[in-house]
């Protein structure tokens, strides 16, 4: 599997299954009980592929399969790779908080700048929300890039219960 080097931080992926939804749910089902590698969750057509706690570092991703049948001999299956889902609402609160003083130190230099008072530090301020937001996205690259052996295991792992009836 290819994860491209651009902007995204969630790789996604979808391709078509020659199986009911169901007998591909299943498999997954089964394998929560044959191995003890990876962690298996199943919720009506989603499927929560992640590692056991013990193997889990900050970064460690998760995949998430949601399978929806397309018609009874096939099925659509969407994956999404994303780090843990605390991790997540972590790294994204932290980005809004970000705009968020950005957007009020801007306010804050306009209504200096409108006064004809001094807005040096407001500017000062803005750029550093700048700074802060780029260490923010490439601590994400940073995260997204160790994790991509991880991120192979899990897509390898999904392929192996898949592969036997694809053929």
């Known amino acids: 599997m290819e994860i491209p080097n651009d902007i995204v931080l969630r790789p996604r992926f979808k391709f078509e299954i020659p199986r009911n939804n169901e007998s591909v749910l299943n498999d997954f089902e089964q394998a929560k009980t044959t191995q003890s590698y990876f962690i298996i969750n199943r919720i009506d057509d989603h499927v929560f592929i992640k590692f056991p706690k013990h193997k ?6 998760q995949l998430h399969l949601e399978i929806n049948e397309v018609d009874t001999n096939s099925c659509l299956l969407y994956g999404l790779f994303g780090p843990n889902p605390t991790v997540w609402t972590l790294f994204m609160f932290l980005h809004f908080m970000v705009a968020g003083f950005f957007i009020a130190f801007g306010i804050w230099a306009y209504t200096n700048w409108a006064l004809n008072t001094s807005y040096a530090i407001q500017l000062s301020l803005m750029l550093l929300m700048v700074v802060i937001w780029f260490v923010l996205y490439f601590g994400g690259r940073i995260g997204k890039d160790s994790s991509k052996n991880e991120m192979h295991e899990l897509h390898n792992f999904m ?7 694809n053929h």
């Open 159 to 165: 392929n192996s219960i898949l592969k036997p009836k």
């Open 56 to 61: 889990q570092h900050f970064w460690s991703p």
